[in-house]
């Protein structure tokens, strides 16, 4: 299945992960908001979370790359939302498989 994000077209979930995680080490540190030209993929790339409502918000005004507090060679992805609040977001769970509620109920037992 094709995912388009920033207007270009990637032919696997791999694809998308294997650019995102390219992305994400060239951009450690760095704040980007939309005059970046690789916002709009991230962007893209974060309405394909599971709880993308829930972590999307009122929107996306910034994107934080900071080295994670638990694993430190780690880059942690933080969405600055227009309303003002921060949200931690995975990039890997973006391209998780879709669950549904039987699936998850199969998990637990």
Do not use: W
């Amino acid at each position: 299945m094709p995912y388009t994000l920033n207007n270009k077209v990637y032919s696997s979930k791999m694809a998308v992960k294997k650019r995102a995680q390219a992305l994400i080490s060239a951009m450690r540190n760095q704040i980007i908001d939309e005059t970046h030209p690789e916002f709009k993929f991230f962007v893209d790339l974060f309405g394909f979370h599971a709880d993308a409502v829930h972590k999307i918000g009122t929107g996306v005004e910034r994107i934080h790359f900071r080295p994670c507090s638990k694993y430190p060679t780690n880059t942690t992805i933080y969405i600055l939302r227009t309303d003002g609040t921060e949200m931690v977001i995975s990039y890997i769970m973006c391209m998780a498989p879709a669950t549904n509620a039987k699936a998850e109920l199969t998990a637990c037992m």
